[in-house]
């Protein structure tokens, strides 16, 4: 069976062992780039590599980008194949922090054209709930050849945001906290704001209490009563840079809303260029 959004943590213990099966732990902190590394020395998911997100999953930024740019994706194919994975192989990746990390190599790897990859729900925080092991060993990986189809269709360029937003035919939703798109405060870019016509769903909405997504059911309900009569197809989400925005794509395609895309440089790139409006709370009328 191939798992293409979210698996239990019970699922990828009974598959620990299965040859077919790459585990990648996608562990970061903003707050120190080095955190997501030494957890995973300290102790990950048996098997499982790692992948930094700003050095694997992203390129290095500029004036004109956002903060993690999309990676080059020849390199990031080469990585991929590095790791064991070919077109056969179930990839299970997973963070520490709800799959807001987890999803953007989730994502990457669906825009290279493979679909067998799905988010552990719950994280390794559930993992260990449920007394799953831990280990400190690296993983002894066989390198394999991983052929990329790459599908640009995926992402939006900001001339492509603006331009959709001029004939109003997209609905953009933002992922972050309602403080940071309501402009009311930016702890990581140096303006605060959304973009034009943006609605907001923070990531966290697709979370229980327990870090567990909600049922499809209750997504789709939840993302329908937002979009109202958009189609799943016009739906471009952001964030600060880019992967938490693939969060909300997540729970869209785990909920049966398929075909949403990501406006890869997002608030962090929009920002970049001062002829881009931003909307304040003080600047609505």
């Known amino acids: 069976m191939t798992y293409t959004t ?5 699922l990828l213990n009974q598959n620990l062992n299965n040859p077919n099966w790459i585990i990648i732990d996608c562990r970061f902190s903003l707050a120190n780039y080095d955190a997501g590394h030494y957890a995973y020395r300290h102790g990950h998911i048996p098997h499982a590599c790692y992948a930094n997100l700003n050095k694997d999953l ?5 004036e004109l980008t956002g903060r993690h740019p999309l990676p080059d994706f020849n390199l990031l194919t080469k990585k991929l194949g590095d790791w064991g994975i070919n077109h056969q192989t179930q990839v299970v990746v997973y963070d ?3 799959g807001a990390f987890a999803g953007r190599l989730w994502w990457l790897l669906r825009c290279l054209g493979h679909d067998k990859v799905a988010v552990l729900n719950g994280g390794i925080q559930h993992w260990q709930k449920l007394g799953y092991a831990l280990t400190t060993s690296l993983p002894c990986t066989q390198p394999s050849t991983f052929r990329a189809y790459l599908n640009c269709s995926n992402w939006l360029t900001a001339r492509q945001v603006e331009n959709h937003l001029a004939k ?4 953009l939703i933002d992922a972050r906290s309602p403080e ?9 870019d140096p303006i605060a704001g959304h973009i ?11 979370l229980d209490k327990q870090g567990l997504f909600l049922s499809p059911e209750t997504l789709a309900q939840q993302f329908k009563a937002l979009i109202a009569t958009t189609s799943a197809t016009q739906v471009v989400h952001y964030c ?11 729970a869209m395609e785990y ?4 075909g949403s895309k990501i406006y890869a440089g997002s608030w962090s790139e929009w920002i970049s260029n001062k002829n881009r409006t931003i909307i304040t709370e003080q600047n609505i009328t």
């Open 6 to 10: 979210l698996i239990s943590a019970s």
């Open 58 to 62: 992203s390129a290095q930024p500029t």
């Open 96 to 98: 520490d922090a709800g």
């Open 168 to 171: 109003k035919d997209i609905c």
């Open 180 to 188: 940071r798109y309501r402009g009311e405060q930016e702890p990581i």
């Open 196 to 206: 034009p016509l943006a609605l907001n769903r923070p990531l966290t909405l697709n």
């Open 240 to 250: 600060g840079s880019g992967v938490t925005a693939c969060h909300n794509l997540l």
């Open 255 to 258: 909920a049966g809303l398929k």
